[in-house]
């Protein structure tokens, strides 16, 4: 997996359900876009504790908690790094949830990664999920 590193990363706004998604792309990532080599989509999602209460008012996490995400992601980026070959293509933020996109080999043990993830974040409901999705369709649609 390339690490994110040596990428280039656009950060943008948009709305989603009413609420405001702070996009998080990986520019660089188009480098790969529709690979034949990279097939499988996989997410994680993090749902916000404070979702409910004050950062709904707020429409984003608070900071603490952002802050407590962005640990979260570098610890799944490097049990994906560490068990596929791929590449960390979107980050998602809403008032409800942080959800990590990568496009990885379709030899990848999702089992495995995301029960290490589960072990590994257990402040946070590790939701995981894997799709075929050869055409890239999902960083498409938030790629600039």
């Known amino acids: 997996l390339v690490t994110d590193q040596r990428h280039k990363w656009i950060v943008w706004e948009t709305t989603y359900d009413s609420y405001p998604l702070i996009v ?5 990532a188009r480098e790969w876009f ?3 080599l990279l097939p499988i989509k996989l997410g994680f999602a993090f749902p916000l504790k404070t979702s409910l209460n004050t950062s709904r008012l707020a429409q984003l996490p ?3 908690e952002h802050d407590e995400l962005n640990t979260i992601e570098d610890t799944v980026r490097q049990h994906v790094e560490l ?3 791929g590449v960390h293509a979107l980050a998602l933020t809403n008032a409800k949830m942080r959800e990590l996109i990568f496009y990885v080999s379709a030899d990848v043990d999702i089992k495995a990664i ?3 993830v589960r072990k590994d ?3 946070y409901d590790t939701q995981c999920m894997a799709v075929l ?5 999902t960083y498409e649609n938030f790629c600039p």
């Open 83 to 85: 068990n596929t070959n």
């Open 133 to 137: 999705e050869r055409d890239w369709i």
């Open 24 to 28: 998080r792309t990986n520019v660089s």
């Open 62 to 64: 608070l900071p603490e």
């Open 34 to 36: 529709g690979s034949p």
């Open 114 to 116: 995301h029960e290490t």
């Open 121 to 123: 974040v257990s402040t």
